[in-house]
């Protein structure tokens, strides 16, 4: 059964995030040979970021520009993609399981009074019903859940569904909706970064983590080298970020952010269960820790026991030659 698939797509710091591609991927099975409709919000013009949705298999795309969404609020948010939703009247919508995605979400599946999936790992189609697995109980086990009735409405989880080949031979029409976003109870007066530079943390494939093992801020500093050398990002467990040895945007885990990375470093962490629930679906997983008994060694596929301020320059050192 073909569905007319509606893609939020995600701009942030005016380039497009890969979740958005992924989510292209996710609505290709969702749609069943219907058509795929981008949709992007932002203050600054989008048409090209447009364009590059159709590269990635969107079939056309819809633009909201407004002053009022230069920084997102799920007020502003919600009313931009309403009044498409309104319009498009699809049967399908997908997003990035990401801060904006999971908080304007169930906001327009309650205004749309439909079920929302969040967190989807995985998307297929079996017969007439599209069959979505999300991971319970922190990682430790799956769900395979559907929608029956309506409108199906899901987010994913970034680096889990792949994303389409980009096609620049691929056209289709980037229109502008003007909307008129009014009444806003809140309004962002300036956005103060964490210093976060480099790779995005939810979207690397490469992730060097440090745990309380570090010891010190400046024990961080060797797994950044490494981090360089991989075009990876640096995360921490929450034991470094109690200790001050880095800020809690670097946190992975159970209360801090899941990822899924190709290649996960784990640095004098011990593995506890709520470290475990934000990383433990990566691909690949190396432990590095002194302790040969230490938990992680039960999650990793590779194991070092060794002190780390020996292993991770030596790895460093190592990768350069290559
Ligand atoms: P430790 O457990 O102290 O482990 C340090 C490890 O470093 C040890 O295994 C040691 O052998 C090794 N080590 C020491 N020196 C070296 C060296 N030179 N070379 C190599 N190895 C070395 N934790 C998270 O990470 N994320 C979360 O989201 C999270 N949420 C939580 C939510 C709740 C409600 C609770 C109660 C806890 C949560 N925690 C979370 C905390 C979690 O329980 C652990 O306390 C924490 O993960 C421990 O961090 P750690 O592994 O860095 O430190």
Redesign the pocket.
Known sequence: MSRKVLVIGEVREGALRNVSFEAIAAAKTMSDGGEIVGVLCGSDDLTNMGKELIYYGADRVVTVQSDQLASYTSEGYSQALMAVIDDESPEGIVMGHTAIGKDVTPKLASKIETGLISDAVNIEETGDNIVFTRPIYSGKAFEKKIITDGLIFATIRPNNIKALDRDEGRSGEVTAREVDIKDLRTVIKDVIRKSTEGVDLSEANVIIAG???VKSEDGFKPLEELAEVLGGAVGA????CDAEYCDYSL??????KVVTPDLYIAC???G?I??LA?MSNSKVIVA????PE?NIFNVADYGIVG???DVVPKLTEEIKQI
């Open positions: 745990g309380r093992g467990s929450r034991g470094a946190q992975i885990g159970q209360t801090g004098g962490i011990s506890a709520q470290h934000g590095i820790n002194k302790d230490a002190d780390l301020f």
